[in-house]
C-alpha cells in the first residue's frame, strides 16, 4: 500500500474538488487579539498563511511572531531594498540599516514562508551585496537558509542565481575560520552568539576563549551540502563533488573530535591552551579547574542535528534534553544542564549558562523535527515535540501579551536582565513560524517534484488548519479534522493545492505526495521607495513642523511601527497650525507612480488627518497630482495609506495635512515608489547648493567642515554633520565630551564662504533615565545652549535667541531660532550640567 500511495495521491489532481474558497475568515483573526501594533490588515492576508489550532497560546504567538517580522522589515535605500534587523533600534554593534549576521538563518527560515518574493530576493542579496553587511560577524548559516528558501519554492534560476553568494561566503569562512591542520572551523564565543559561557568563564581571558565549536562546524556543514545540491542544479559536476568532498571530511572531524563517547554528547573543544590549566585540543571540562566532572553538556550539542550531520548511534544525545535533571524546565530549556557546575541563571544579559534563550531553543526544535522525520531512534517521539514547542511557546508572553526579548528565566518565564528598554523589545533573534509550519503541521519541504508531511501535533487534536503555504508555485493547505464536523470538508486528513484535494485519509501518518511540476519564481521587475535616507545627501526631507521628540528623519529611515518605545514617528504635537506639510526633496527629477503614508494612531492626539492632499515639485512650482486610486479612502492609522496615480517626473513631493480636530497627525513612514523598472536619476543639485542644511557633508567634501573644543578622536566629529541620525541609547554615531576638564564646550562648522543663516539645530543624546531605568546618567543634557558666529575674527551670539525646547532635552531635536546673519562659520555651546557631559548625535544649520 504504501509504494502505491504517491501514484494514488498523484491521481487525485485529475479529480479535484470544489471551487476555491477562502477556509479562514482572516478578520475574525485579526479581530481575535488587541496586541496588533501593525494593523494592515491587506499585507497579512496577502503574505503570510494562516493557522487555526484548539493550543489558542500557539495560534496568538503564531500571528505575534509575523507582526514582530513586520516591526524589523526595513527598506534600507533603493539599491538594497528589503532587509531584516535583529535589536529594533540599530545599534551600533549592528551593520548596514541595522542587519546583524548572528539571526539571519532564523530568519531565512521564516520569511521563506512569506508569499512576498521581493522580501525574500532582497534580503537574501543583501548580505553579500550590500557594503557594510558583515555576512559573517557572527556565525551563521547562510547557504543552508538559502536552500531552505529554495526547498519552500523550488525556483531552480533563483538559487543557482545565489550560488556565487553562497560560495563568497563559505570562501569567507575557510579564509577567516578555519584550522586546516586541525580540519575543524574555530570561533569564540561571543561571536557565536553566547558572549560567556561556561567555556570562556573558566579562562582568565574569557572574552577571547576561542573553540571548535559544534555550532559553527555544523552550520558550515549546512552550508557546504546547500552549495553542493546548488552546484549540482547549476550543472557544475566538478563543484558538486568538491563541496560534497569538503561536507564529508567536516563530518568525519565533527564526529572524531566534538563527539564525547563518555558523555555521550556534542562538546566545545578548545583550540589553545588557557589558564588555568586547560589545553589545547581538550573538550569541556576534559582538563582545567573542572578536570574530569561528569557535566559539561550545552544546548548546542543539539544543533549538529539541524543540518542532519551525526549518525544513527549519536541519538543518544536526546535522552537529556527532556530531562528535569539536565535541560528541561518550566520555561526552558536551559542553555547549559542544571548540575552543571557552573550552571547559572544570570540576572543580566549575556550569560549563556542557564538562561532560556529562544535562538537556541528554535535550533533545538528544528534539530529535534529533523530527528524525528530522518532518524531511527527511541529517545524521543512526537508527544516531546509537542511539549517543548508548547513550553517555548508560553515562554514568550509578558504581562499576559505575547512578547520576546533575548533571554528569559528558565524557571519563571521571567525577561528581566534581558530586555533593556529602547532596544531589546519585539527580539528578532529566533524563530518560530518555521516551527509550527515545518515542524508541528509536518510541511517537509524538498527540492524535488514531491512533498513529505509528517504532522507532530498532539495526539489529542481533534483539529487544525493551515491555509496559504506558498509551495512550488502552489498554494497548499492542510486541514486535519478528525470527525468532519469543523471545517466541513470531510473528515480525516486533507491536503488541498491550489483549493484542490491531493489526499484525504483518516489518519496524520506520513505521506508524501507527487507534487507536479511548478516552479515558483522569486524574479520581478523591481519598484523603488525614493524617500528613504538612511545617511545619504538625498532625498532631504522636511516638515512645516516638528515636535522635538519626535523629528522628521524618522519618516523617512526605512523602518515601520507604531508603538512609543522605541520610538519611530515623526509628529505634529503641539503645533499652533490647523494644517501641516512633510516633503521630500529628491535631489533630481525622478519617475513615481505611488505614495504610501503610515499614519500613527494612538487614540488620543495623534489621530490620522481629517484629510490630506499630495502634490508633486515640478517646473518649480507644487501641482496637485491626479490620483488615480486610494486605499483606504479614508485616512486610516497603523496601516499603508495607498495613493496610485500615472507615472509623474517630478523634484520632490509633498503631503498636506488637515489635522483632526483637537488633535495632532503623525507619521511613521513616508514612501513614494517608482513604477518597476524606473531608471534611477543620480542627484544633479551639487556641493556647494545641494541642500538647505549647510552643515551636512555626508560624502567627506572639503566643506562643510566640523571640529570641537574637546574631541579625543578629531576624525570621529564628522558623524555630527553626516545626515545619521541615532537617537537611541546603543548608537555609536555621535560625539560626546567624556572626560573633558571644560565646564563648557563647543562644536564648530565651518563653511567654504559666508552664508545667511537663521537657525541651527542640535540632536542631543544622552544615556538617560527615560530609556535606561537608571538613577544616574553619565551624559545628559547640558544645562544650556548658545550659537555664536564669526564676524571679524571675533565670535559674536546671535541676536534673539529662542529654542524649542526652551530647556535642552536629549533624544531630540534642540531649534535655536534667531535673527538672520551671515557667518562662514557657527559655533554652538554646550555648558554641560556636571557631573555629566553633553552629548550629540547630529547639527543641522539652516
Known sequence: MKKLLPFALA???????????????????????????????????????????????????????????????????????????????????????????????????????????????????????????????????????????????????????????????????????????????????????????????????????????????????????????????????????????????????????????????????WVDDHPPGIEAKSRTYETGPFSGNEHGRELIGYVPWQFNLPDSEHSVAWKYLMDPEYFKAPYGPTTTEQNDPQFYVSPNCCVWSGQSWPYATTQTLVAMANLLNNYEQNEVDAADYAELLHTYTRTQYKDNRPYIAESANPFDGSWFGSDMPNHSEHYLHSGYVDLILGGLFGIRASAGDSLRINPLVPGDWDYFLVEGVPYHGYELSLIWDRDGTRYDRGAGFTVLLDGKGVLNRPDLGPATLSVPPRQGTLSFDRPHNLAVNNGRRFPEITASYSHPSTPVFYANDGGIWYHQVPINRWTTINSPNTKDWIAVDFGAVQTISEIKLYFIDDEERLVPPLSYAIEAFQGDKWTAINELKRHPELPTGRRANTVSFDPLDAEGIRVLFTHAQSSFTGLSEIEAWTPAGATINPPTKQPPNVSRNLALNPDNEPFPRVSASFAPNPDGLAVLIDGSFGLTTYQANRWTANDTPNLEDWVQVDFDAPKAISRVDVYLWGDSPRYLGRIDSTVSAPRALRVRVLRDGEWIPVDHLASIPESPQTMARNSMHFDPVESAAVRVYFEHDLPSVSGATEIQIW
Request: proline share 4%; charged share 25%; hydrophobic share 35%.
Open 11 to 269: 491521481l487525485l489532481f485529475l479529480a479535484g474538488c470544489r471551487e476555491r474558497v477562502p477556509l479562514i475568515d482572516k478578520q475574525l483573526v485579526f479581530d481575535r487579539y488587541d496586541w496588533w501594533d501593525n494593523r494592515d490588515w491587506d499585507w497579512y492576508s496577502e503574505n503570510i498563511p494562516f493557522i487555526e489550532t484548539p493550543d489558542a497560546q500557539i495560534d496568538e504567538v503564531y500571528y505575534y511572531r509575523w507582526e514582530v517580522m513586520t516591526k524589523h522589515l526595513t527598506y534600507g535605500s533603493p539599491e538594497t531594498g528589503y532587509m531584516f534587523t535583529e535589536f529594533i533600534d540599530r545599534p551600533f554593534w549592528s551593520g548596514t540599516y541595522g542587519g546583524i549576521a548572528c539571526p539571519l538563518g532564523h530568519q531565512l527560515s521564516e520569511v521563506r514562508w512569506l508569499k512576498n518574493p521581493r522580501i525574500i530576493d532582497d534580503f537574501s542579496r543583501y548580505w553579500i551585496d550590500t557594503e557594510g553587511a558583515w555576512p559573517r560577524n557572527y556565525s551563521n548559516w547562510y547557504g543552508a537558509g538559502l536552500w531552505q528558501i529554495h526547498e519552500v519554492w523550488g525556483d531552480v534560476e533563483w538559487i543557482t542565481s545565489m550560488l556565487p553568494y553562497m560560495e563568497e561566503q563559505v570562501s569567507g569562512w575557510f579564509d577567516e575560520h578555519f584550522d586546516a591542520d586541525h580540519g575543524l572551523f574555530y570561533r569564540t564565543g561571543h561571536d557565536d552568539g553566547m558572549e560567556v559561557n561556561i567555556n570562556s568563564r573558566q579562562a582568565d581571558d574569557s572574552w577571547v576563549v576561542e573553540g571548535y565549536r559544534p555550532t559553527l562546524n555544523a552550520y558550515l556543514y549546512g552550508d557546504l551540502t546547500a552549495l553542493s545540491r546548488t552546484a549540482e542544479l547549476a550543472g557544475e559536476a566538478v563543484k558538486m563533488t568538491e563541496y560534497n568532498r569538503l561536507a564529508a571530511e567536516l563530518k568525519r572531524r565533527v564526529l572524531e573530535e566534538l563527539w564525547d563517547d563518555r558523555r555521550q554528547f556534542f562538546l566545545h573543544q
